[in-house]
């Protein structure tokens, strides 16, 4: 649903400094915005349970939830990653607005909860990896409720490697994150 019709953005920089007075996240397609849908309660309840656990390792400033925005290149020009881990320099360049530009150095991870359906899954792993890829992010997680498995995919010589499939009582790491006191059976636990 395109909110105005009327309404074309030319630019990043343009949609940057537009408010309609509401705290709605927008997808900019196209130049038009696209209202986010909201978060499905099982993606809330992994991604809260994700980040409190890696706000125990990185710090709570460094670990944003869902309202960070990440400009990309491609259509649409922003995503709105459930997780992402910052790196230290972020937190000051994020004062003003919670956006990470393209001039700005990559977050050290992202990570998407894969919402149900076919269409969802199609754009965490192709759309969302591509661009990701792009940002040079050194990580990428792919939380699948469905499957219950997490696949980590690590940047190597500019293309995203699947490095390891988390599920089971296996333990969550990567060499972003190191090794995190918790099991992907405990993850999807918090959905049952």
């Known amino acids: 649903m395109v909110l105005n019709q009327e309404r074309r953005f030319n630019s990043f920089d343009e949609y940057l400094i537009y408010d309609d007075g509401s705290d709605r996240l927008y997808e900019l397609f ?13 993606n809330v309840e992994i991604a809260t349970f994700l980040l409190l656990h890696l706000s125990h390792r990185f710090g709570y400033r460094r670990v944003r939830g869902h309202g960070l925005e990440l400009e990309v290149r491609g259509e649409p020009r922003n995503r709105f990653p459930d997780l992402t881990v910052l790196r ?9 607005r919670n956006t990470l530009r393209l001039s700005m150095p990559p977050p ?47 940047l190597y010589q500019g293309l995203y490697q699947e490095t390891r499939s988390i ?26």
């Open 30 to 42: 196209n130049g038009e915005l696209i209202p986010g849908p909201p978060e499905s309660g099982v």
């Open 88 to 96: 230290q320099e972020h937190i000051a360049l994020l004062k003003q």
């Open 108 to 154: 050290e991870l992202v990570i998407e909860v894969v919402s149900p359906g076919e269409v969802q899954r199609h754009r965490d792993d192709i759309a969302k990896r591509s661009q990701y890829q792009d940002l040079g992010i050194p990580e990428y997680w792919i939380v699948d409720p469905t499957d219950s498995v997490i696949l980590v995919l690590s």
């Open 167 to 192: 599920s089971g009582e296996a333990y969550l790491e990567s060499e972003q994150v190191g090794r995190l006191q918790i099991t992907a059976a405990q993850v999807f636990a918090a959905i049952s």
